[in-house]
């Protein structure tokens, strides 16, 4: 299940990004696309809750998204953002491991 969103927190392009993730059918297999993961991630940190875009990163591993790196920048922009470097360094490790290489913007997000 996609993560729920306080709509009243929210920017208007994050409610709009987010209309279609918590619609009908997300429960029922359907998987958004790695950009609009990327999208609703950048827009919550941008719009002061990186916890809850690492809650829609958590969600894009639940429901068997690709991950790229993209995706990653935004979670290790979002744990810096809130104080969470060891995750952070974690997320680094994971990309690695997992073969997605990392570039300028992974590091600038990770010492930000």
């Given at each position: 299940m996609a993560p729920k969103l306080n709509a009243q927190h929210a920017p208007r392009q994050v409610q709009t990004a987010t209309r279609t993730a918590q619609g009908p059918g997300l429960d029922q297999g359907r998987k958004l696309q790695p950009r609009k993961y990327v999208e609703i991630m950048a827009s919550l940190t941008k719009a002061g809750d990186p916890g809850a875009a690492l809650?829609?990163?958590?969600?894009?591993?639940?429901?068997?998204?690709?991950?790229?790196?993209?995706?990653?920048?935004?979670?290790?922009?979002a744990c810096g953002k809130s104080g969470h470097w060891q995750r952070a360094l974690q997320l680094?490790?994971?990309?690695?491991?997992?073969?997605?290489?990392?570039?300028?913007?992974t590091y600038n997000a990770a010492i930000s």
């Open positions: 809650s829609w990163f958590d969600s894009a591993q639940t429901h068997g998204v690709a991950l790229n790196v993209r995706m990653y920048n935004c979670a290790i922009s680094i490790e994971e990309m690695q491991g997992k073969g997605v290489p990392a570039n300028t913007i």
